[in-house]
Every structure is written in structure tokens, then in C-alpha cells.
């Protein structure tokens, strides 16, 4: 399945690029709520005070340590960002463990990769973290299948699908271009096969701590940002009881 990011993507939303204050890019992410939050991968905020965020149409803003919310333990991180002018992205509903569920995976730069397939890890991944090389389990993480051709750390494209990396990187679904999960690109299991890589449900992190930062980011896209159908959440219901 190849498919483009427009295909999911509605007018006004967009991806988003982290990049370090000499310009060097670090990752990608989307933008969650009308504040302005960023949600990206912490390996692209990882050893920084200062990243700048930059936007399609040339508009940017760095954000300084004060802005940025590291989350190691589910390898995300959060960017407070003014002025992109980006539409918010909806986190849906967390994909049925039964089924697996046809997703895409997508760089800032428009380009993307459409996987196979999803479904939910039967056993805990392993996060490393970097700063202290520690490791963790993480229960519930979604399991990619990855094509051959799928978008590598740097953007460039690798036949066999191993170079997989993009911190930040957001799962849409691929039929309603909702946020299903972010690319972990410390997540690891010992029982790995090629062109497998594994992403990080954001509703499922978030009702782990729902007065934490993320779970109160989450709170706030259910709350503001429209879903209907499976992803029916309190904006869509407000919109369909209004009509």
C-alpha cells in the first residue's frame, strides 16, 4: 500500500520539523491542541536546551528548555511552540488488538511510507533509554510491518526497511488520518524480525498518568479537536448534538 500524505491529512494540518539550533534536523512531530503543543520523540529534543520547530510556509519558533517536557519513559517529549499556525492533528482511538489495522507512517518533508500493517504488541518492548542507559518495560506498544523502501533516520529511503527511524515520526490511520501512535526509535524487543518497528499508542501512555503532561494533552485533543465514528470523542459529539 503506497499512499500520499494528503490522502489523510485535511486542509491546514501539517507535519512539523524539530531541528537543533544549528539547523540540523532532529525529527519531526505533529501538532496536538490549540496551544500550539508539539508531540514528537525524545530522542529529537534529547541533550538540547533549545530546539527550533519549524513549520510548512516558513514559520518557525524555538523553544527553550522551559518549553520542552522530555517523557522519557514512553520515548516522547512535548513542545510548547506560538505562532506555526498549524491545525491540530486528532489522536484517535486506540486500533483493535483482534485485527490488524492498514496504517501510514509519515516524514515532515511530505514523504511517506505506507506500512503493511499494525497491530498490538503481544509482549513488553523494551525502551532504552539513552541519557542513562537504563531499561524499562512498556506494555501495549503497537507493532509495525514495515515495507520495503520505508523512510530511513535521515529522510532517505533503504530497500530493506532496517534504517527505520524517524523520532517523532506520527501512525495515521490510513483511512481517517487520525494519530494512532509516534514512532519509538528506542524501542526494542529481543525477539525483533526485519522491517518491524514499534510506535508508542498516546492513548494508552496518556490514561497511565491522566493528570501527567500527556495525559492532560490528550485530554485536551478529545476535548477540542473533532472525531467521529470510531474515534468519536466529546468535540465530535458536541459538533453532531449542535447539527
Not at 517523557?71 to 516522547?76: F, G, K, N
Not at 501512535?181 to 491522566?210: C, F, K, N, S
Request: charged share 20%; proline share 7%.
Amino acid at each position: 500500500m503506497r499512499c500520499v500524505m494528503g490522502a489523510v491529512l485535511a486542509k491546514g494540518q501539517a507535519l512539523v520539523r524539530i531541528c537543533d539550533p544549528e539547523g540540523r534536523m532532529r525529527g519531526t512531530g505533529f501538532v496536538a491542541d490549540g496551544a500550539g503543543t508539539v508531540v514528537t520523540g525524545h530522542a529529537a529534543v534529547h541533550g538540547l536546551r533549545r530546539v527550533v520547530v519549524h513549520a510548512p510556509g516558513g514559520r518557525s519558533h524555538t523553544a527553550d528548555a522551559s518549553g520542552i517536557t522530555p517523557l522519557p519513559e514512553w520515548d516522547l517529549a512535548l513542545i510548547r511552540t506560538d505562532g506555526l499556525d498549524v491545525a491540530p492533528l486528532l489522536i484517535g482511538a486506540e486500533p483493535s488488538a483482534s485485527r490488524r489495522t492498514p496504517v501510514l507512517l509519515h516524514a515532515a518533508d511530505g514523504a511517506g511510507a505506507g506500512t503493511e500493517a499494525a497491530e498490538l504488541s503481544g509482549s513488553p518492548v523494551t525502551v532504552v533509554r539513552s541519557a542513562a542507559g537504563r531499561c524499562h518495560d512498556v506494555e501495549g506498544v503497537l507493532e509495525l510491518t514495515l515495507p520495503d523502501g520505508a523512510l530511513a533516520a535521515d529522510g532517505q529511503e533503504r530497500a530493506d526497511g532496517s534504517g527505520v527511524r524517524i523520532p517523532g515520526a506520527p501512525v495515521l490511520d490510513a483511512r481517517t488520518g487520525a494519530v494512532l501512535a509516534v514512532l519509538g526509535t528506542a524501542l526494542h524487543a529481543p525477539d525483533a524480525v526485519p522491517r518491524t518497528a514499534y510506535a508508542v499508542p498516546l492513548r494508552t501512555a496518556g490514561r497511565w498518568e491522566p493528570e501527567g503532561p500527556l495525559g492532560l494533552l490528550v485530554a485536551r485533543n478529545g476535548a477540542t479537536v473533532p472525531g467521529f465514528g470510531a474515534d468519536l470523542n466529546l468535540a465530535g459529539a458536541v459538533r453532531l448534538t449542535a447539527a
